[in-house]
């Protein structure tokens, strides 16, 4: 089975940029899609196809994806960025399917 | 707007059966494929099982294969995950959500909390 791998958690002063990492074998040959989650609620997709952006979300949020490693970006990090975000493949020519084990984003 | 609202979650005990409801509304069911994911207390996010748009390619994670079941009725827009032969490790909260091309999922429901015990 195909293995994403997320730091459990990144730290961020509020105004700053947090980077969120998801290493897997070759993924930058892939699509990768990125959600977040706070306590309670439902994911949320933030990120699709490496760098869209669905509607409404703030362009604050970005990704990149090359080689061995995706990035979720998020720029001027706010309060309500506080939560659990996820890296997810589902590649229909192969047989990629899984989330990554979950970053746990603190803004200090 | 686009709506996805699971029931039938429950407690129940090892070995036994569910059925999940998914029921969808604000597009055209039919047009699009599903998946479940589920999120153990405390946990991380797991795919569980994917339905195309036509019902005929359904796919599942290991653990669950040959133990679930998916199904969709179009004429009630709605989808379906049978639960059968339930395992403690089967504990979660279970979503269903929809697939964008690309593989996203780009709506998903509240859930539904399936507890396994005895």
């Known amino acids: 089975s195909y293995v994403l791998t997320q730091p459990p958690s990144v730290s961020v002063a509020p105004g700053k940029t947090a980077g969120i990492s998801c290493g897997g074998n070759?993924?930058?040959?892939?699509?990768v899609h990125w959600y977040q989650q706070k306590p309670g609620q439902a994911p949320l997709l933030v990120i699709y196809?490496?760098?869209d952006r669905p509607s409404g979300i703030p362009e604050r949020f970005s990704g990149s994806n090359s080689a061995n490693t995706a990035t979720l970006t998020i720029s001027r990090v706010e309060a309500g960025d506080e939560a659990d975000y996820y890296c997810q493949v589902f590649d229909t020519h192969t047989d990629h399917r899984a989330f990554g084990g979950g970053t746990k984003l603190t803004v200090l | 707007q686009v709506q996805l609202v699971e029931s039938g979650g429950g407690v129940v005990q090892p070995g036994r059966s569910l059925r999940l409801s998914c029921a969808a509304s604000g597009f055209i069911f039919s047009n699009f494929d599903f998946h479940w994911v589920r999120q153990a207390p405390g946990k991380g996010l797991e795919w569980v099982a994917f339905?195309?748009?036509?019902?005929?390619?359904?796919e599942f994670r290991e653990s669950v294969r040959g133990r679930f079941i998916v199904s969709r009725d179009t004429s009630r827009n709605t989808l379906y995950l049978q639960l059968n032969s339930l395992r403690p490790e089967d504990t979660a909260v279970y979503y269903c959500?929809?697939?964008?091309?690309?593989?996203?999922?780009?709506?998903w429901g509240r859930g539904t909390l399936v507890t396994v015990s005895s």
């Open positions: 959500a929809r697939h964008r091309a690309g593989g996203s999922l780009d709506h």
């Open positions: 070759s993924i930058g040959s892939l699509n």
């Open positions: 339905t195309s748009d036509d019902g005929f390619y359904e």
């Open positions: 196809n490496d760098n």
